[in-house]
């Protein structure tokens, strides 16, 4: 199975930072990287596939990059409704595996 | 609009099996591969399994084989999960998602793109 690390597992930041998470795979993946985001109670949500391709009604502010092993997820100018948990997930091959999340707090 | 919804929360002793369905709408159900992960309390995420909704084709993850089957009723644009022999462990949120096979034009990509609302699984005796 492909391992999925991110980091850092939590990060505390104010409104209106600059934040990125780093997600790296065990083997090389291509592009083969998604990132989720979860707030609480609620199911994850897409916001990036392929790598770095915005998913539809996501904000620009978030955006993504990287291919084979190394990927970041970046939001600018954070938004109060921004702080939740953020997922990587790889779709090279089965089984689909996550990353153990970050937790974006204040 | 798009739309998967999950049964209920389900509450099953230790040895027991749980079906969960995922009833789909608001587009063409055979269309559309079917994902079922699941997150265990302070867990990350973990895929089960999938089904291609289209001919019943499954794919399970093998960290559940033998103890879980995916299946669909395409006249009710419905998906089940079953998982049987059930442990405290088991104890999690499950939750269906829609396959989104992404065109490039040179390769394939995949994603889960709309989600059910998470089926809560308590596995206690």
């Known amino acids: 199975d492909i391992q999925m690390t991110q980091s850092p597992s939590s990060l505390s930041a104010s409104v209106g930072d600059r934040v990125t998470i780093t997600c790296r795979a065990s083997q090389s993946i291509s592009s083969y990287l998604n990132w989720y985001q979860q707030k609480p109670g609620k199911a994850p949500k897409l916001l990036i596939y392929?790598?770095?391709s915005l998913q539809s009604g996501v904000p620009s502010r978030f955006s993504g990059s990287g291919s084979g092993t190394d990927f970041t997820l970046t939001i600018t100018s954070l938004q109060p409704e921004d702080f939740a948990i953020y997922y990587c997930q790889q779709s090279y091959s089965d089984p689909w595996t996550f990353g153990q999340g970050t937790k974006l707090e204040i | 609009q798009v739309q998967l919804v999950q049964s209920g929360a389900e509450v099953k002793k230790p040895g027991a099996s749980v079906k969960v369905s995922c009833k789909a709408s608001?587009?063409?159900?055979?269309?559309?591969?079917m994902h079922w992960v699941r997150q265990a309390p302070g867990q990350r995420l973990e895929w089960m399994g999938w089904?291609?909704?289209?001919?019943?084709?499954?794919k399970y993850s093998q960290n559940f084989q033998g103890r879980v089957t995916i299946s669909r009723d395409t006249s009710a644009s419905t998906a089940y999960m079953e998982l049987s022999s059930l442990r405290s462990e088991d104890t999690a949120v499950y939750y269906c998602?829609?396959?989104?096979?992404?065109?490039?034009?040179?390769?394939?990509?995949?994603?889960?793109?709309?989600w059910g609302q998470g089926t809560t699984v308590t596995v206690s005796s």
């Open positions: 392929t790598s770095s």
């Open positions: 608001g587009y063409t159900f055979n269309s559309y591969a």
């Open positions: 089904i291609n909704v289209g001919n019943g084709n499954t």
């Open positions: 998602a829609r396959d989104w096979k992404i065109d490039t034009g040179s390769h394939y990509y995949y994603a889960m793109d709309v």
